[in-house]
């Protein structure tokens, strides 16, 4: 007569689908202690202890026989019939109520299928009722767990199979996060697929949680799989597949993208071969709509489509699809249960309004591993008249500036955790903070975190990309001892970059500004940052970096036209300072000293270590003849490069054409610059 479901959030439905839940959280903890002992009777005397144990016996027993009345009240409907009451015990009438717990109890290996009800924790919103209460709920947790595990390691034993082997772990593992069996068992399974980077994936993911959940590390056992699956010992040739993938399973796009398989492309092959070493997982779930008429309803839907697929694009995320994660927008929404379900790290989540002839869309992205705390939020107020156009705008600007931020919360993980066992994903994102706060000491503690990670894994794209960066950071910054050395390191390690990875985009953007800025071979560059902008047209990195190039060949308004882009795409850029430079640089090239100045303020501000600025910006001063203004920004120069002169400042000037040379020039002898 009753369906109740005790399992993540508490839910009570009649047949007639009544919600009979109750509303006071003690009535519900009366109810599910009678679930769960249900078919044994409940004695008064128990429950009044379990709910009410710091208040003397007769004043427990007062108020047990109050939340009885209330549950009654509740249960109106259908009370007299599924519950049994006297002086001594209450209960539950056997058969008249359905109850998720007991399913699972009674799977079999036969009848494994209960299995999937384990989607969250037990009465997961019921935690603080009562010390007493907390007590007896971890152990009936501990409980259902253990039966839940048992099963499942069961029936992960008897798959022999590596397509049934990767389901029946990952069943595992969702009720276990822990689990170094399933763990070794999902690695065992990609690597006799083909699939070596997913199960070097696998292990990484294993190493996380066991780092997270039990501040250990990995088995001995697990480390000597991982041993031999990197040396290709396990992998075996891959074949071609096109049978649908088990619910749930994420696998890695082509171009080193996560995705579902409907987002995958093409190249198979290359994709298992570069494989990511790391990264998040994140998932978009369908709007809510509030207010919206019919012709919007798509909108839900199609919108999470789009942000998953341009965050798809970005080379070390994993994409869980949002038609994957659809149950969840039409139920509960519940984080937890996605989390479990799902392994996701991070969940954008929102909702779209009809606000008059606008639509308000609101957004925000929970970091599912830190209690689903907000890390960013965005609103973007848009008239309706073009929803594909508007569709594309909010992806785009929405992918573009939750990257950096995912980013950065993964490396202030990665930092918290102490440093032996760091993978080279873990060293990269070591390293990439440290780069961009230009203190010499971490700067160079981040060159060799960098250097680290190629040793450790000398195929990572990534890794020899951000490293080609830091050697080009560490000639701007006038920090090379031998510069020309310098930047015949920095062409090695951009051009092995984006021939370990030609579909990386990020990896491109960076060996077209090597190419431009250190080789002065501009339009090779610029070359690069097309392709870059053709593989991922949110990056707002390729945006800036193809906007400097411009401005280096003297294309002033097509340089300005893309930093406009840059900037709408991501505003509040944590690279701001670097990027931002570059309107110093076209303002200054276009005689607007006024913009130049007032950017190159805010540019000292975010980052007042970073040479380049001060440069262009005391060019800037120079030309408008700010005295005192000129003699603050000289002092700051000279202190980050104290044999900073106008030679030096011409040998290394990236300008393609020679008045641009010398107007800047110019700016800097009139500030009091040294020949």
Excluded at 311 to 318: D, I, P, S, T, Y
């Amino acid at each position: 007569m009753v369906r109740l479901r005790l399992i993540g959030q508490m839910e009570a439905w009649t047949l007639t689908s009544e919600s009979i839940l109750p509303t006071g959280r003690k009535t519900r903890a009366l109810l599910a202690v009678l679930a769960l002992s249900s078919p044994r009777p409940a004695l008064r005397g128990r429950l009044a202890e379990l709910l009410w144990s710091r208040r003397p016996e007769e004043q427990a027993r007062a108020s047990l026989r109050q939340e009885i009345h209330r549950l009654l009240e509740a249960l109106a409907p259908v009370g007299a019939q599924i519950l049994s009451i006297n002086r001594d015990h209450l209960a539950l009438r056997p058969g008249a109520v359905w109850i998720d717990v007991e399913e699972v109890l009674r799977a079999t290996p036969a009848k494994p299928a209960a299995l999937s009800l384990l989607d969250g924790e037990l009465l997961e919103d019921l935690n603080g009722i009562d010390p007493s209460f907390d007590g007896w709920l971890a152990g009936e947790r501990e409980r259902l767990r253990d039966r839940g595990r048992t099963l499942a390691e069961n029936l992960l034993r008897e798959k022999t199979d590596p397509e049934a082997m990767i389901p029946a772990a990952q069943q595992l593992l969702a009720i276990d996060r822990s689990h170094e069996g399933a763990w070794r068992a999902l690695m065992r399974a990609y690597a006799a697929r083909g699939e070596r980077g997913m199960a070097i994936q696998a292990y990484e993911r294993c190493r996380a949680v066991l780092a997270d959940q039990l501040d250990a590390q990995p088995s001995e056992e697990t480390q000597r799989l991982i041993a031999e699956i990197r040396a290709a010992g396990l992998a075996a040739a891959p074949s071609p597949r096109t049978e649908p993938r088990p619910e749930g399973r994420t696998e890695p796009r082509p171009e080193l993208r996560a995705a579902r398989p409907e987002l995958r492309a093409d190249s198979r092959a290359e994709s298992r071969a570069q494989a990511p070493r790391g990264g998040a997982r994140v998932g978009v779930l369908p709007l809510q709509l509030v207010g919206t008429t019919e012709t919007e309803a798509h909108l839900s839907t199609g919108l999470a489509d789009e942000i998953t697929a341009a965050l798809a694009r970005f080379r070390w995320m994993f994409l869980v699809s949002s038609s994957s994660l659809a149950r969840y927008a039409t139920q509960t929404r519940d984080e937890t249960a996605i989390r479990r379900a799902f392994g996701i790290d991070f969940l954008l989540d929102g909702s779209i309004q009809r606000v008059g002839p606008r639509l308000r869309i609101s957004l925000r992205l929970l970091d599912l591993r830190a209690g689903n705390q907000v890390v960013w939020s965005r609103r973007f107020d848009r008239e309706s008249n073009d929803l594909l156009t508007l569709q594309d705008d909010v992806a785009a600007e929405v992918v573009a500036q939750i990257d950096p931020e995912i980013l950065l919360i993964e490396a202030q993980r990665v930092a918290s955790r102490p440093p032996p066992d760091a993978t080279a994903y873990d060293l990269v994102l070591r390293a990439m903070p440290l780069i961009g706060r230009l203190e010499r000491p971490l700067f160079m503690e981040a060159g060799e975190l960098l250097r680290q990670a190629i040793t450790q894994e000398p195929d990572y794209a990534a890794a020899h990309a951000w490293y080609a960066f830091w050697h080009v950071l560490f000639f701007g910054q006038g920090w090379a001892r031998d510069p020309q050395a310098g930047i015949a390191e920095a062409g090695r390690l951009a051009e092995r970059a984006i021939m370990l990875d030609p579909q990386d985009a990020k990896a491109l953007s960076i060996a077209g500004h090597v190419r431009a800025f250190l080789h002065h071979r501009w339009r090779e560059g610029l070359s690069l940052q097309e392709r870059a902008l053709t593989l991922n047209p949110n990056l707002a990195m390729a945006w800036a970096l193809s906007g400097v190039a411009f401005a280096y060949i003297g294309d002033l308004d097509e340089a300005e036209r893309r930093m406009l882009r840059y900037k709408k795409l991501s505003p509040l850029d944590p690279h701001a300072f670097f990027y931002d430079t570059i309107s110093i640089i076209i303002a200054l090239l276009k005689r607007d000293y006024e913009t130049a100045v007032a950017v190159g303020r805010a540019v000292g501000e975010l980052n007042p270590a970073f040479s380049s600025a001060c440069r262009f910006y005391l060019s800037a001063l120079g030309h408008l003849g700010r005295t005192q203004e000129i003699e603050v920004v000289r002092k700051r120069l000279l202190a980050l490069e104290p044999d900073f002169t106008i030679r030096r400042f011409l040998e290394t000037s990236p300008f393609e054409r020679s008045q641009d040379r010398e107007h800047l020039a110019l700016g800097l002898t009139l500030a009091g610059v040294s020949p």
